[in-house]
């Protein structure tokens, strides 16, 4: 597998099919936050990203954020949230520490993994290289 091809490909956070991720067996999704949850530096999340998030818990994935932000630059994202939803801050995508950080929190194993996210060479390539389904987005629309 080349590592810095995701294993599919799509528009937005809203155009995955999360019903086929989890007959594939997916439980943990880790989600990008620049132009992939939100546009570029948005401080909140809006209304439809934070509704789906939710609507991926009622449906059983454990659901995380993985960014890599400066430290504290994602703390009003975690408080808006009211803490629904893990997140991390200053990953070092692509590195791989992120990754088994947050799915640590989640409990669960890379292999049941996804990452979505918007750009090779941090979340495309640090999900492959940890074992984790990658998903690559085209950016942010709605
Ligand atoms: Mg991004």
């Not at 597998?1 to 439980?27: K, N, P, Q, T």
């Not at 999704?29 to 948005?42: A, H, I, K, V």
């Given at each position: 597998?080349?590592?810095?091809?995701?294993?599919?490909?799509?528009?937005?956070?809203?155009?995955?099919?999360y019903d086929?991720l989890w007959?594939?067996?997916?439980r943990a999704l880790?989600?990008?936050?620049?132009?992939?949850?939100?546009?570029?530096?948005?401080?909140?999340?809006?209304?439809?990203a934070r509704q789906l998030l939710r609507d991926l818990e009622r449906r059983g994935f454990k659901v995380?954020?993985?960014?890599?932000?400066?430290?504290?630059?994602?703390?009003?994202?975690?408080?808006?949230l009211?803490?629904e939803f893990?997140?991390?801050?200053?990953?070092?995508?692509?590195?791989?520490?992120?990754?088994?950080?947050?799915?640590?929190?989640?409990?669960?194993?890379?292999?049941?993994?996804?990452?979505?996210?918007?750009?090779?060479?941090?979340?495309?390539?640090?999900?492959?290289?940890?074992?984790?389904?990658?998903?690559?987005?085209?950016?942010?629309?709605?």
């Amino acid at each position: 597998m080349r590592l810095l091809s995701a294993r599919e490909v799509a528009r937005s956070v809203f155009d995955v099919d999360y019903d086929r991720l989890w007959s594939m067996g997916i439980r943990a999704l880790l989600f990008d936050l620049d132009n992939t949850l939100g546009r570029r530096g948005s401080t909140s999340l809006g209304d439809e990203a934070r509704q789906l998030l939710r609507d991926l818990e009622r449906r059983g994935f454990k659901v995380g954020i993985l960014t890599n932000r400066k430290r504290g630059a994602a703390k009003g994202l975690a408080s808006a949230l009211s803490a629904e939803f893990a997140v991390l801050d200053v990953a070092r995508k692509p590195h791989r520490a992120g990754f088994s950080r947050l799915l640590a929190k989640l409990g669960h194993e890379a292999s049941v993994a996804a990452m979505v996210g918007d750009r090779r060479f941090t979340d495309v390539l640090g999900a492959n290289r940890s074992g984790i389904y990658s998903i690559r987005v085209r950016g942010f629309r709605r």
